[in-house]
């Protein structure tokens, strides 16, 4: 009893985080996980579709979609690899940085 009692608790904490976060992260037009994703790719600099979905944990048709949409507001840049030519590269813009700014000074 006391281990399903922690379960929920531990549940019901991290589905408030989200919600906070993403109230939080609402005047930016930014979710959660597009924001993971130009963190990610501030970080490494550019970053595989692949590699970023295993580091952040996240399915590889999810990711797509959370990178389309960051490569689409213009916070990530789409590049031609140099070692594969059958993949791309995701790198972060200039109005990328401006926003990770922007949400981390706030």
């Known amino acids: 009893l006391t281990i399903m009692y922690e379960m929920r608790l531990i549940t019901a904490i991290a589905l408030a985080a989200r919600r906070h976060q993403a109230e939080l992260l609402r005047p930016f037009g930014i979710s959660s996980q597009q924001l993971h994703l130009i963190r990610l790719a501030r970080m490494r600099g550019s970053i595989s579709l692949s590699a970023a979905a295993k580091?952040?944990?996240?399915?590889?048709?999810?990711?797509?979609?959370?990178?389309?949409?960051?490569?689409?507001?213009?916070?990530?840049?789409?590049?031609?690899?140099?070692?594969?030519?059958?993949?791309?590269?995701?790198?972060?813009t200039g109005e990328g940085e401006e926003l990770l700014d922007r949400i981390e000074g706030a």
């Open 55 to 92: 580091e952040l944990s996240c399915d590889r048709p999810t990711m797509t979609v959370v990178a389309r949409n960051c490569v689409y507001q213009g916070w990530l840049a789409r590049n031609g690899s140099a070692k594969d030519a059958r993949s791309s590269l995701l790198s972060l």
